[in-house]
């Protein structure tokens, strides 16, 4: 299912630009993290955003940092283009280690409601200082993410 997302969201113009960043061990691909470009809702000021999803990483190789390694460099390279918010749907004692606290706390709605007890798993990372304002706005997402079926039911 991850490499059927992947491959679809690497074609969904809607999800451009999108950054793509793999990490190998000896020519072999271990893990993989996508982040595509997502908007807020209503556009109140330019904030270039984008979301994390996919991560992967292959069983053999987790617990040795390289998610993490892929999500640092992901942001430092969003960071460079100028890229303001990255969102992420996901554990979060996992990803507030990476710098990511919960979005709807902020005003940030997620693409689909998020029943109460994953509201923490919605969050957010500003990548430059002043970003967050507090101002309420729904993330809206390219239109293969946006599938009900990749958010919590």
């Not at 998020?114 to 706005?137: C, F, K, N």
């Amino acid at each position: 299912m991850v490499a059927t997302l992947v491959d679809d969201l690497l074609a969904d113009p809607t999800a451009l630009p999108y950054l793509s960043l793999v990490a190998t061990v000896r020519d072999r691909i271990v893990g993989h993290v996508l982040f595509t470009a997502v908007t807020l809702q209503p556009r109140t000021e330019h904030a270039p955003a984008s979301i994390l999803a996919p991560l992967a990483v292959h069983p053999d190789f987790q617990n040795r940092r390289i998610g993490g390694m892929l999500i640092a460099e992901g942001l430092n390279r969003l960071r460079e283009r100028g890229v303001r918010l990255v969102f992420v749907l996901g554990g979060p004692g996992y990803y507030q280690r990476h710098g990511f606290s919960p979005a709807g706390k902020l005003g940030y709605a997620a693409p689909h409601p998020i029943p109460p007890e994953y509201t923490d798993a919605w969050m957010v990372q500003a990548l430059s200082p002043g970003t967050v304002r507090h101002t309420p706005a729904r993330v809206q997402c390219a239109r293969t993410l946006a599938d009900p079926k990749h958010w919590l039911a």
